[in-house]
């Protein structure tokens, strides 16, 4: 049995990534949010849902003990929350880690908005632990799986990527956590 907790899972993506991780089998999710009640209609069934805040370093070494996979998808003070989690999972020796970031954080000069994301992806990647950080281009709603992939240090490419493509190579992932270790992808639909 997989153990997977997702972290930031009120989130508008969070909700495609729940329903792919429970399609899994041998799959046992845990669910940390601030509030269950924002989480979307049907994410608590099968799950263990843990209320907690990203920002309580306590919280989220509790929320982290004995899981296997850790999926990130939070905005805010990301860079508190990134060191907490990545400090809450070396304690605990909880290995591999799965990270939203956003494209565009490599770009010269760094947007302002972006530089929360930059200082997550900085966070995980020096942090020892078996990684792999998603820069996604923006989202949408579009019911289909078409994604392609970048390396860190190509040039991204593609256009606006659906949540359930997203979704989908993070489901991947958790059924195969050897693939894609200490990668940085950009992840976008495909031009």
Known sequence: ????????????????????VKALDETR???????RRRLHQGAEQGT????GDAIDFHSVRQAISGQDIVYVNLAGDLETMG?????????????????????GIYQTPLRPVLTPYRKLADIVENSGLTYTI???DWFTSDDE??????????PESGT????????????TIVENPDLHQNENLGISKPE
């Open 134 to 136: 998603l820069r996604p």
């Open 48 to 51: 263990t849902v843990i209320e």
């Open 29 to 35: 999710l845990t669910l940390f949010v601030r509030n």
């Open 1 to 20: 049995m997989k153990k997977v907790l997702i972290i930031g899972a009120s989130g508008s993506l969070a909700r495609f990534i729940i329903d792919a």
């Open 83 to 103: 060191a907490n989690i990545v400090k809450a999972m070396q304690d605990t020796h909880v290995e591999r880690i799965i990270v939203i970031s956003s494209i």
């Open 145 to 154: 799986i078409d994604y392609g992939l970048t390396q860190k240090g190509e």
């Open 160 to 171: 606006a990527i659906s949540r359930k493509s997203i979704a989908a190579f993070v489901a």
